[in-house]
């Protein structure tokens, strides 16, 4: 059941959440999104690592190649603001970059060590949806931090936004890859 409701959070409640710029003032409905949020995360790192440890590296590198990727096309290139009310930094160059790189890493990985039973175009597809998720996850955690009144989410890390900018999009990718390899299995 969490997996399903991880697929519902992320490919279709959050963007309605982003879109109508939603702000909840419920500590119940905040406690349970950062269960949403905390628990499914967690529950997919154990199962991805259980899995492969490698498919575990592969995704949360993955999802590194990306941040950094949007973050170097954005300073770069960036020119037109992707959630300017969520992220004012953000753009669509950054986005265009994160999904090119996560679709050029995914590539090169398979290059050097197959992933078995894809193909090209099924792996640049899921490369592009992950990347999408990525990028989904941090809109969200930074309009959860805009929508508390916090420019961080904390100190502990000068310069970086707090620990939950380190982990946002891993909070969205993983579950979902989690849920992906749930109902890939239960299918097959």
């Known amino acids: 059941m969490i997996w399903g409701v991880v697929l519902v959070f992320w490919l279709a409640l959050v963007p309605l959440w982003l879109g109508r710029h939603w702000l909840p003032r419920q500590r119940f409905l905040l406690a349970c999104t950062g269960l949403v949020l905390l628990l499914p995360t967690w529950l997919a ?3 991805l690592r259980d899995k492969s440890i490698w498919l575990l590296l592969f995704l949360m ?6 941040d950094i ?5 954005g300073r770069t290139l960036g020119k037109h603001k992707l959630a ?3 992220s004012p930094g953000k753009t ?5 970059g994160a999904l090119l790189c996560g679709v050029l890493y995914t590539l090169l990985c398979q290059a050097l060590a197959p992933f078995h039973g894809f193909t090209t175009l099924g792996l640049v ?6 990347a999408a998720i990525s990028i989904l996850g941090d809109l969200f955690e930074s309009h959860m931090k805009r929508s508390a009144g916090l420019k961080d989410s904390g100190n502990l890390i ?3 936004g707090g620990i939950l900018d380190r982990i946002d999009s891993q909070t969205s990718v993983l579950p979902v890859a989690g849920a992906w390899l749930y109902f890939s299995s239960w299918i097959f």
Do not use: C
């Not at 669509?92 to 265009?96: L, R, S, T, Y």
């Not at 597809?125 to 992950?130: F, P, R, V």
């Open 45 to 47: 790192f154990v199962a």
């Open 61 to 66: 590198v993955f999802v590194w190649v990306a």
């Open 69 to 73: 990727a949007a973050y170097v096309f």
């Open 84 to 86: 300017p009310r969520i």
């Open 92 to 96: 669509w160059e950054g986005a265009a």
């Open 125 to 130: 597809g899921m490369a592009l949806l992950m």
């Open 158 to 160: 000068p310069g970086h």
